[in-house]
């Protein structure tokens, strides 16, 4: 071992440089990885599996847009291959969401990127 002193920070740092081989810097990795792991997981704490059924929490949502939507078949114009969309808009026009369409042969409701980001 060989002891080093550096300036750093204004200030002197005394460290001692050792040597470490790739092979045992791997099996003390190994070894640190698996205690932590069986720390973890040697907790006394039993896990949360089950809730009362009072105590589950409630939701209230709001309105479901979608659902006075107009939906409308129509096709993506971004490349040539035509894939069939569904676009839901409300009433004064504006595009509230925009889906693939499952019965189109050419996507089959999937969607690319392009596709996705039509809407913005």
């Known amino acids: 071992m060989q002891l080093f002193t550096r300036t750093f920070l204004d ?3 005394r460290f001692v440089k050792q ?8 099996k003390y990795l190994g070894i640190g990885t698996a205690g932590a792991a069986l720390l973890n ?9 089950s809730t ?18 107009k939906e409308t078949p129509s096709v993506c114009a971004f ?5 069939g969309l569904i676009v839901y808009s409300n009433e004064e026009g504006r595009i509230l969401n925009i ?3 499952p019965d189109n042969p050419n996507n089959e409701g999937s969607m ?4 996705i980001a039509l809407g913005d």
Not at 112 to 115: S, T
């Open 79 to 83: 490349c040539g291959c035509g894939c």
């Open 52 to 69: 009362a059924e009072d105590s589950l929490p409630t939701f209230v949502l709001g309105e479901f847009k979608l659902a006075k939507a």
């Open 112 to 115: 690319c990127c392009k596709g």
């Open 19 to 26: 040597k470490i081989s790739r092979r045992d810097f791997l």
């Open 11 to 13: 200030k002197e740092v």
């Open 99 to 101: 889906e693939g369409d």
């Open 41 to 49: 997981g040697a907790t006394s704490m039993p896990a949360l599996a």
